[in-house]
């Protein structure tokens, strides 16, 4: 009697061994390196001298409400370069400020602002093409559009045409590349144009 106690305890131990489920380990995969490229939008009138400089960016949580420009005005018998420099003002605590490459002829107009809670998300260029005048002058103004409906003008040049909207940043501007010609000389030298193109990143 105790041996057949016995062997009923034994066989109920392997059945309860043999019906254990066993845990399923699902492996885990290494996080993705590749990192999403930066929405950036363009025109298509921009002029094609120079190089372009660096990309500057608004703090973090923050994004571009007003702008600012520099212009040369147009004097007969001189090389003229209309829009030199774009300025940015992005709405952190600091009133970050963006130029991206610079140039230093004429002088700065007002600070244009988007109306109170709007934020730029698009742009329009005014361009001079090379060739269409005997003195070039490229990019010579420059406006945008704000979230909340409104158009804010530059106070540039009026040399050229306005081209086509870029597309728009849903979450607004965030950074600028400009592309600039440095200057090459004075009466008797190239013919200097400046800025004649940019392009902006978009908010997150």
């Avoid at 059945?15 to 290494?30: A, F, K, M, S």
């Avoid at 930066?38 to 923050?62: D, F, Q």
């Avoid at 010579?140 to 106070?155: A, H, Q, T, V, W």
Wanted: proline share 5%; with cysteine; aromatic share 8%.
């Amino acid at each position: 009697m105790l041996k057949l106690v016995l062997n009923f305890f034994l066989l109920s131990v392997a059945i309860g061994v043999n019906c254990q489920t066993e845990e399923t380990v699902i492996p885990t995969l290494p996080p993705s390196t590749t990192r999403a490229p930066r929405e950036i939008i363009t025109v298509t009138n921009g002029g094609t001298e120079g190089e372009w400089g660096p990309l500057e960016h608004c703090p973090s949580g923050s994004r571009v409400v007003s702008y600012q420009t520099r212009n040369e005005l147009a004097t007969p018998r001189f090389d003229d370069t209309a829009l030199n420099t774009i300025v940015l003002f992005c709405n952190d605590q600091s009133v970050t400020n963006l130029t991206s490459s610079v140039r230093f002829s004429g002088d700065y107009h007002a600070v244009q602002t988007c109306p109170f809670g709007g934020y730029m998300k698009s742009f329009q260029l005014r361009v001079s093409p090379n060739g269409t005048e005997a003195d070039n002058t490229a990019a010579n103004d420059i406006r945008f559009r704000c979230s909340n409906g409104g158009e804010i003008n530059g106070l540039g040049n009026t040399h050229g045409d306005w081209g086509q909207y870029s597309e728009e940043c849903a979450n607004g501007l965030c950074g600028i590349e400009t592309r600039v010609q440095p200057y090459d000389g004075g009466i008797g030298h190239y013919d200097n144009t400046a800025l004649n193109d940019v392009r902006f990143t978009c908010c997150k």
